[in-house]
């Protein structure tokens, strides 16, 4: 469906990005027309968890080129993204600054916007813990969200001390009338437009990086014992990835070798046998660190990535399963773990 210009949805994403540039990025995914098609200036806690995500999606594909590039050609063919789900990196590290540890600096954000945590995911051949979080009024058309939370205490003391040096003038991208606003939208599921677009930057903020560039030392301390930890420290709380929810995984895996795109060279299936999952390799990110002498040096880091997930009905229940797993995870988190740096 064409979500009509005058949509509130259109409207929020309008007023903070443009008009032209609001319909386009709109027009790239499938939105579910309860969402999308409503009008006026009451924005409901669905539309403005649309709006956060197609946002999110948009920075996602300006660092990830390979992906832009396919959901392009997805355009060009007139089909539209199925924008399953995000996901995101934390840190649990006290002491970050004026950020809150770990996966709180995002789940402030994501439950007055009507996510709940579905289940928890063991990432342990991390050191991490994964959750996902699912949107309660309409959970299989909005993007899930996938926030790993990294266990720093189960590494070295000089790994959690690099750490610790790199995350400890991490800022909050919320004001306290930010927060007063998040409390509003979770109290009554919705704003009106006028708090809303000038909330909604804010909440794009949170998904970014929020400390200052890291010494390179300490980036080959993190390097040596977590990739995920290292990628952190470039990227911070950014989409480290973002999927699309697929027909037939195998179909789109041989397109896309064929046009000679760097694919994950297996398949990831879940242990309950519905869900496949695979990825482009992380487009290479350059990004700056502090040298030995104190002045920049620009290095070639992991960056982010583009995933595909096929998903299949639970027998039991009859509805699509949104489930994630472990095994999965843990493979496709290889997609940043290349020593490119």
Not at 40 to 47: E, I, L, N, P, T
Not at 123 to 139: A, K
Request: hydrophobic residues 45%; aromatic residues 8%.
């Amino acid at each position: 469906m064409q979500i009509p210009v005058a949509s509130t949805l259109a409207r929020l994403i309008g007023a903070v990005i443009g008009r032209d540039a609001a319909n386009a990025l709109i027009d790239l995914v499938d939105i579910d027309p309860a969402i999308g098609a409503g009008t006026g200036d009451q924005v409901r806690r669905a539309v403005m968890a649309q709006a956060l995500n197609l946002l999110l999606l948009e920075d996602l594909l300006a660092r990830a080129p390979t992906g832009a590039a396919y959901v392009a050609d997805l355009a060009a063919a007139g089909r539209r993204l199925v924008f399953d789900h995000g996901a995101v990196r934390t840190v649990g590290l006290s002491g970050m600054g004026a950020l809150p540890a770990g996966e709180v600096a995002l789940t402030r954000v994501l439950k007055p916007l009507g996510y709940a945590m579905a289940e928890t995911y063991p990432l342990d051949r991390l050191g991490m813990t994964g959750r996902s979080y699912t949107q309660l009024d309409y959970p299989e058309t909005l993007p899930q969200f996938f926030v790993s939370e990294l266990h720093v205490e189960r590494f070295s003391s000089k790994f959690q001390e690099a750490a610790r040096r790199v995350t400890a003038r991490s800022e909050d991208p919320l004001s306290s009338g930010d927060v007063a606003k998040l409390e509003i939208l979770a109290a009554t599921g919705g704003l009106g437009f006028e708090d809303a677009r000038t909330l909604l930057p804010r909440l794009v903020a949170c998904f970014g990086r929020q400390h200052v560039d890291a010494a390179w030392s300490d980036y080959e301390i993190l390097l040596s014992e977590s990739a995920e930890m290292a990628w952190i420290a470039t990227e911070g709380n950014a989409f480290n990835h973002a999927t699309d929810r697929v027909a037939s995984i195998g179909w789109v895996v041989a397109r896309e070798r064929g046009l000679g795109r760097p694919l994950k060279p297996t398949i990831e299936v879940s242990t309950n046998g519905r869900i496949w999952q695979t990825a482009f390799l992380a487009d290479p990110a350059q990004r700056t660190f502090i040298g030995p002498d104190g002045g920049l040096l620009a290095r070639e880091v992991p960056g982010s990535f583009f995933e595909f997930i096929q998903r299949e009905p639970d027998p039991d229940t009859g509805r699509l399963d949104l489930s994630f797993d472990s095994s999965n995870a843990q493979g496709i988190f290889k997609m940043t773990s290349a020593r490119q740096a």
